[in-house]
């Protein structure tokens, strides 16, 4: 094997007939992918230069990924860097943090990093090198990850970076910036635009009035601009309402797109994205959360009725230990073993749970893990003085709405309070403001009568069809009353009928619909302990009130699926 990445690279784009050829600022050749009309076709398209640790692979034809090109020349995407076998080390962080970039992509053939050291840090990279450049008033680069502040430290440039890449800059210190010329390179990317927009927000607000925003004129960061050949005064400016409408579509694009389907952690019931489920305390909400954990996590049956596909879970169940969580899990799980993919977190801090959510979704990229927080009100922040309510919790839960949308197919169930004060509407039930529920894509609430086996949960969201489904509780296991969903949903409509009877009418009919082969006034009477009179007496008035059906004379039988049936159900 040759000494360099890029040696290796273009010995084999030479083997490949691509024909490589040194210009000024690295190599030139035929891009060798099926992209291309024929195989190395159309001139030398494929540009390589000398990068951190490893080379950097341009097409300017068809931006061809990385991995397309070493599989058309018979390498690994591993062979794109000097030390193919050992991970990249980016440790310029003063605070002791380390990003780590593996030489291999993970199953999904996406880039694999992860972090050390001291990760709640909000040093930016490189500061070292930045406060000498301004001293001497030369000017500082801010580009998106580590990779290319190396590059164009390789052209004599300094630069820096937040760690963690797009979307999280407002969690970093760029004070160090104060006063200095700086450049803000944007990605060619929608998110890389929006975290460019941040940087240049953040900076001009009273810590540099001496701040450019610019574009890369070839491929998506500036190290493929550097690669294809160009110089940094070929940089593209962009003005700032450029910027601020960098996100705008026409409805022609809108019209053109195919957006996958929504995903389902519980199908009908817990979707993707950020969700609440609220309760009055000691409802049971926390075994209902573990029950959705534990069919997700070994690939079970939700609620004992609707079958869920198995992924990673993590619940963090902050108001409990591990020996609770083991006799709550071992109960729901009626003797077969706990699943190994539930994992469990006692115990955080509030300034904590966005990187614990952050790094299981790091973990389990691609496979569309559920996050259990159970509850909100363990690590929701203190409001600040003066701070408005609503703002407070609406910006908790824009925090955790980020998280989750970041990981496609993921989903985040926060459990909560309701208020004290009842409400018709059940969203308006969300303990707190309505900022928390506002900035939710879904909320369930779990509502019934203290000390009831019987409960109804009221399901409603941006992307969700609502609903009403009802529950009974069996010692901790919540399951569906009903074969599946509608007939859960069917079963909320015979309750409330139901609520209107008395007591004992309500017990009497209950019985009746335990005995399918039929009930009598002396079956009755023994079951409610009165005479056969009275148990005759409430026999009848629920067959006139169309309650139950009749087999025969004094024998009394539950209504028949067919006259069940509403007349909605009858229109669908």
């Given at each position: 094997m040759t000494d360099t990445a890029l040696e290796r690279i273009t010995d084999a784009l030479r083997d490949h007939g691509c024909n490589p050829k040194q210009n000024g600022v690295g190599w030139r050749a035929s891009c060798p992918t099926d992209s291309h009309d024929t195989p190395c076709g159309g001139g030398p398209n494929l540009c390589i230069s000398q990068g951190h640790k490893g080379a950097v692979l341009f097409c300017q034809s068809h931006q061809c990924a990385a991995e397309d090109v070493m599989h058309a020349i018979d390498l690994e995407y591993s062979d794109m860097f000097d030390d193919p076998g050992s991970d990249i080390v980016y440790d310029r962080y003063r605070d002791g943090r380390e990003v780590h970039r593996k030489t291999r992509l993970n199953d999904q053939g996406k880039k694999q990093f992860y972090q050390q050291?001291?990760?709640?840090?909000?040093?930016?990279?490189?500061?070292?090198?930045?406060?000498?450049?301004?001293?001497?008033?030369l000017p500082i680069y801010v580009v998106e990850g580590e990779k290319d502040v190396h590059t164009l430290e390789r052209i004599g440039v300094t630069a820096t970076c937040n760690a963690m890449g797009a979307g999280v800059a407002s969690k970093f210190d760029w004070t160090p910036l104060r006063g200095a010329d700086v450049v803000v390179v944007q990605d060619e990317d929608e998110p890389g635009r929006e975290h460019a927009a941040e940087i240049v927000d953040i900076l001009?607000?009273?810590?540099?009035?001496?701040?450019?925003?610019?574009?890369?004129?070839?491929?998506?960061?500036?190290?493929?601009?550097?690669?294809?050949?160009?110089?940094l005064d070929e940089l593209i400016p962009v003005d700032r309402v450029s910027a601020l409408l960098a996100g705008m579509v026409n409805g022609a694009w809108l019209d053109s797109q195919d957006f996958p389907d929504l995903e389902w952690s519980v199908n009908g019931v817990v979707p993707e994205g950020f969700g609440l489920l609220v309760a009055p305390p000691k409802a049971g909400k926390s075994w209902l959360v573990a029950n959705l954990?534990?069919?997700?996590?070994?690939?079970?049956?939700?609620?004992?009725?609707?079958?869920?596909?198995?992924?990673?879970?993590?619940?963090?169940?902050?108001?409990?230990?591990?020996?609770?969580?083991?006799?709550?899990?071992?109960?729901?799980?009626?003797?077969?073993?706990?699943?190994?993919?539930?994992?469990?977190?006692?115990?955080?801090?509030?300034?904590?749970?966005?990187?614990?959510?952050e790094g299981f979704l790091t973990r389990h990229r691609g496979e569309s893990p559920l996050i259990i927080l159970d509850t909100l009100g363990k690590v929701k922040p203190p409001k600040k003085a003066g701070e408005d309510s609503y703002a407070a919790d609406y910006a908790i839960g824009t925090k955790l709405k980020n998280a989750i949308d970041r990981s496609r197919g993921a989903t985040l169930l926060v459990v909560h309070h309701t208020r004290k004060m009842q409400s018709d509407d059940f969203v308006d039930s969300v303990s707190g403001t309505q900022g928390i529920a506002g900035s939710a894509d879904f909320v369930l609430v779990l509502k019934g009568k203290r000390l009831s086996d019987y409960a109804t949960l009221s399901v409603t969201g941006r992307d969700v069809p609502e609903n009403e489904y009802a529950l009974v509780n069996d010692k901790g296991r919540w399951t569906l009353d009903g074969e599946d969903l509608m007939d859960a949903a069917a079963s909320v409509q015979r309750r409330r009928d139901a609520s209107k009877l008395g007591d004992r009418s309500l017990d009497a009919l209950t019985f009746v619909a335990g005995h399918p082969n039929g009930t009598s006034a002396a079956d009755l009477a023994a079951h409610l302990n009165v005479s056969r009179n009275d148990a005759g007496t409430y026999l009848r008035r629920l067959y006139d009130a169309a309650r139950i059906d009749?087999?025969?004379?004094?024998?009394?039988?539950?209504?028949?699926?067919?006259?069940?049936?509403s007349d909605e159900s009858k229109e669908d």
């Amino acid at each position: 094997m040759t000494d360099t990445a890029l040696e290796r690279i273009t010995d084999a784009l030479r083997d490949h007939g691509c024909n490589p050829k040194q210009n000024g600022v690295g190599w030139r050749a035929s891009c060798p992918t099926d992209s291309h009309d024929t195989p190395c076709g159309g001139g030398p398209n494929l540009c390589i230069s000398q990068g951190h640790k490893g080379a950097v692979l341009f097409c300017q034809s068809h931006q061809c990924a990385a991995e397309d090109v070493m599989h058309a020349i018979d390498l690994e995407y591993s062979d794109m860097f000097d030390d193919p076998g050992s991970d990249i080390v980016y440790d310029r962080y003063r605070d002791g943090r380390e990003v780590h970039r593996k030489t291999r992509l993970n199953d999904q053939g996406k880039k694999q990093f992860y972090q050390q050291g001291y990760t709640k840090g909000n040093t930016l990279y490189n500061l070292d090198n930045v406060a000498r450049a301004i001293a001497q008033q030369l000017p500082i680069y801010v580009v998106e990850g580590e990779k290319d502040v190396h590059t164009l430290e390789r052209i004599g440039v300094t630069a820096t970076c937040n760690a963690m890449g797009a979307g999280v800059a407002s969690k970093f210190d760029w004070t160090p910036l104060r006063g200095a010329d700086v450049v803000v390179v944007q990605d060619e990317d929608e998110p890389g635009r929006e975290h460019a927009a941040e940087i240049v927000d953040i900076l001009t607000r009273g810590i540099t009035d001496s701040v450019r925003l610019v574009n890369v004129k070839a491929g998506k960061d500036i190290s493929d601009h550097l690669c294809a050949g160009y110089g940094l005064d070929e940089l593209i400016p962009v003005d700032r309402v450029s910027a601020l409408l960098a996100g705008m579509v026409n409805g022609a694009w809108l019209d053109s797109q195919d957006f996958p389907d929504l995903e389902w952690s519980v199908n009908g019931v817990v979707p993707e994205g950020f969700g609440l489920l609220v309760a009055p305390p000691k409802a049971g909400k926390s075994w209902l959360v573990a029950n959705l954990g534990l069919a997700c996590a070994g690939g079970g049956r939700a609620l004992g009725k609707i079958f869920v596909t198995q992924r990673p879970v993590l619940y963090l169940a902050l108001e409990d230990g591990h020996r609770r969580l083991q006799a709550r899990f071992r109960r729901l799980m009626e003797g077969q073993p706990i699943p190994a993919g539930i994992h469990v977190i006692t115990t955080a801090r509030p300034e904590q749970i966005v990187p614990i959510i952050e790094g299981f979704l790091t973990r389990h990229r691609g496979e569309s893990p559920l996050i259990i927080l159970d509850t909100l009100g363990k690590v929701k922040p203190p409001k600040k003085a003066g701070e408005d309510s609503y703002a407070a919790d609406y910006a908790i839960g824009t925090k955790l709405k980020n998280a989750i949308d970041r990981s496609r197919g993921a989903t985040l169930l926060v459990v909560h309070h309701t208020r004290k004060m009842q409400s018709d509407d059940f969203v308006d039930s969300v303990s707190g403001t309505q900022g928390i529920a506002g900035s939710a894509d879904f909320v369930l609430v779990l509502k019934g009568k203290r000390l009831s086996d019987y409960a109804t949960l009221s399901v409603t969201g941006r992307d969700v069809p609502e609903n009403e489904y009802a529950l009974v509780n069996d010692k901790g296991r919540w399951t569906l009353d009903g074969e599946d969903l509608m007939d859960a949903a069917a079963s909320v409509q015979r309750r409330r009928d139901a609520s209107k009877l008395g007591d004992r009418s309500l017990d009497a009919l209950t019985f009746v619909a335990g005995h399918p082969n039929g009930t009598s006034a002396a079956d009755l009477a023994a079951h409610l302990n009165v005479s056969r009179n009275d148990a005759g007496t409430y026999l009848r008035r629920l067959y006139d009130a169309a309650r139950i059906d009749k087999r025969s004379r004094g024998l009394y039988i539950p209504l028949s699926e067919v006259s069940e049936v509403s007349d909605e159900s009858k229109e669908d």
